[in-house]
């Protein structure tokens, strides 16, 4: 069974990508320290995208743009909704009022 390690602290991994952007090499931050030279590669694209600094592969969104991307698409699905409720609640007004048939397909 592999060794397994609690994760690395969120400050460690700071002080690692800040050697990074220093000019260290992560091989070489590898050798000196536990984690390896991908993990160290991998925390700094992951604080690059965080940042703004990088686009994310395939599609091209910075930190801000995705969080107001998934705020719009949970508006629009609450639109939505509220859009089907409001039109149901239409056709169920009009068929009590008698301005359209009760055999008609509109609930």
Known sequence: MPKTRP???????R???ELVRAGRDP???????EPTAQSICHWVTQADRQEGRREEKGDGL??????ELARLRRENKQLRLERDILSRAAAWFARETG????GSSNS
């Open 7 to 13: 994760p690395y602290s969120p400050e460690f991994r």
């Open 99 to 102: 301005a359209i048939p009760s």
């Open 27 to 33: 091989a070489d931050l590898a050798r000196e320290f």
């Open 62 to 67: 910075a930190a801000a743009e995705r969080d």
């Open 15 to 17: 002080q690692m990508v």
